[in-house]
């Protein structure tokens, strides 16, 4: 069907490995920012921030169910991906996240 691909399943961690309000970058062809919320939800989006091409993952700040990337501060929604403030304007891409079995995977 148009527009439809099969995704795959990607492993990202185990459920302790990352504790609530923390975040990390899931390698690969396409990188993906895991967060776990300082609620312990957990949210996946594209790694990079769209401002300048920053690591999120690796080097975002979680407030609530935002991201702020710390070169220029844009903040982003975890849960949707939209661009909450300047400069940032464009979203970033979600993920679907699975939890099975103590383990915490990507839908990519
Ligand atoms: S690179 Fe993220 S706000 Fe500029």
Redesign the pocket.
């Known amino acids: 069907m148009e527009g439809t691909r099969t995704k795959s399943r990607r492993f990202a961690c185990k459920v302790d490995d990352i504790d609530n309000g923390e975040s990390m970058t899931i390698e690969g062809e396409t990188p993906v920012a895991l967060f776990r919320t300082e609620d312990g939800e957990f949210y996946a989006t594209s790694d990079t921030?769209?401002?300048?091409?920053?690591s999120l993952g690796d080097d975002g700040d979680i407030e609530g169910d935002e991201v702020i990337?710390?070169?220029?501060?844009?903040r982003f929604d975890v849960r949707t991906g939209e661009p909450l403030c300047f400069?940032?304007t464009v979203a970033l891409d979600t993920f679907e996240v699975q939890i099975d079995d103590g383990n915490v995977y990507v839908l990519i």
Do not use: G, I, R
Not at 49 to 54: G, R
Not at 69 to 74: G, V
């Open positions: 921030c769209t401002h300048e091409k920053w990337c710390p070169l220029h501060m844009a400069p940032a």
